[in-house]
């Protein structure tokens, strides 16, 4: 056996690569049982938005129930078998929020858009990427970004090119529908490696050369001109940080798909349900630990038979009858196709035998609770990987920040943020 040191690079590259291939998960503890002791799953952190709420009568369990005693409302009731292993959070809102469209903006940011004075629009860091800084160091991807083919509006999920926004409140591209999502997770790259690296070195010279350019004109700027300079700074910063990321994964394979090449043209039930499963090919062979899906809405109406458009849907209780049925419809579509990914993440065995459920922590959601009602976010939580207590319908105290409760599931992911967000502390009921 070769003993020789092996560098701190080389061994996150190897590890991860073989970590990456379930199938050699086994293989990979063995070769390094007498070296160290096997390394134990690492966490995960997903979180699944959807646009224009909920059905508010039939979504949210009974808030005299609080506890584990508490009867399934309707609107949930495809995810009984689950019922002990998720957490519904009622009262939680973020504050700053103020435009009834916006379903995903400001979901995991809580930011507040007006914070910047003379700017309409302002947002700060999500939640998701909080945790890609620490959870994403030794992955591919430090965090993944997916949404549905179609356009965000007629979903209900406002301004943003995913659900993420990174640390200066800007929005991060994301992989729209499944062909697109599966590519750039397990298509291979044919480019030889040394024109890969000779590519990233055209890119790190362009980007010194800028680098150098804006710190001589950083001289003798005003205040409010130093501060966009700043900001511009801080993008490179984002890019640089790529690049190396780039440059870790030169000539490690991609891991073998866990699943077939999805068909183009899947659109609504079809769409989601596969995209579950690339989320769980994703984690399942260590490609990210982090990921968000800025998921559809409008389409899965039109695949379950509903005429009625997604906006009109939201505003049930102005005519009840054809609109109440839709939304509620929706309700149960999108429970079946969670309950469906809870269940494949309980089968889905790590290489210790434990389940990737166990490992993963997982929020579901949307900052739109119904109509344009921006109070009661529907909130669930799901997975055993950051600590949470399950199988409970917790009523929140009274102006309870939904940043909260991303700062409780980031401290649960071993992320120990002070505060995310307008958050005012972790919400202790939450806590196992």
């Known amino acids: ?157 406002g301004p943003g090119l995913s659900m993420a926004w990174d640390i200066s409140g800007k929005p991060i591209g994301g992989h729209k529908g499944p062909v697109e999502a599966f590519h750039r997770l397990f298509s291979k790259d044919t480019t030889p490696i040394e024109q890969q690296k000779a590519m990233l070195a055209q890119k790190r010279s362009v980007l010194d050369t800028v680098l150098e350019n804006a710190n001589a004109m950083k001289r003798g700027l005003g205040k409010t001109d130093t501060a966009k300079l700043d900001e511009y700074f801080q993008g490179i910063r984002d890019i640089e940080t790529r690049l190396s990321k780039d440059e870790q994964w030169i000539g490690v394979p991609q891991p073998k798909a866990p699943l077939p090449e999805p068909q183009p043209g899947l659109a609504g039930r079809e769409e989601i349900a596969l995209m579950y499963d690339i989320i769980l090919a994703a984690i399942q062979t260590d490609s990210t630990r982090v990921l968000t899906y800025r998921q559809p809405v409008s389409t899965l109406l039109t695949s379950i038979g509903i005429k009625v458009e997604a906006h009109d849907m939201s505003h049930y209780h102005s005519t009840l009858g054809e609109k109440l049925d839709a939304s509620q419809r929706r309700d149960l579509a999108q429970s079946e196709l969670l309950a469906g990914l809870i269940t494949k993440l309980k089968a889905t065995k790590e290489a210790d035998g434990t389940r990737l459920f166990d490992h993963t922590a997982l929020a579901y959601g949307s900052n739109i609770r119904t109509e344009h009602n921006l109070d009661n976010c529907p909130t669930l939580i799901t997975g055993g990987g950051a600590g949470i207590k399950l199988g409970q319908n917790i009523v929140a105290a009274k102006d309870t920040p939904l940043c909260n409760a991303w700062l409780t599931l980031l401290h649960g992911i071993g992320v120990e943020t002070e505060r995310h967000g307008d958050s005012s502390g972790v919400i202790t009921e939450l806590i196992a």
Not at 57 to 70: H, L, R
Request: aromatic residues 10%; positive net charge; proline residues 8%.
């Open 1 to 157: 056996m070769n003993t020789s040191p092996i560098p701190r690079r080389h061994f996150l590259r190897s590890s991860t690569a073989l970590i990456a291939l379930p199938a050699l998960a086994s293989l990979g503890f063995r070769r390094f049982a007498s070296a160290a002791a096997p390394v134990a799953p690492p966490k995960r952190l997903i979180f699944l938005g959807f646009g224009w709420g909920i059905t508010t009568e039939s979504w949210f369990p009974d808030i005299k129930q609080p506890g584990a005693d508490y009867i399934l409302p309707d609107g949930l009731a495809p995810l009984a078998p689950h019922k002990k292993d998720f957490t519904i959070v009622q009262g939680l809102c973020n504050k700053y929020s103020n435009d009834g469209h916006w379903g995903s903006t400001m979901w995991l940011t809580g930011a507040n858009r007006f914070a910047e004075p003379g700017q309409s629009f302002h947002n700060s860091i999500s939640a998701d990427q909080v945790a890609a800084a620490k959870l994403g160091l030794n992955t591919r991807f430090a965090s993944m970004q997916l949404n549905g083919s179609e356009n965000s509006d007629s979903s209900g999920h």
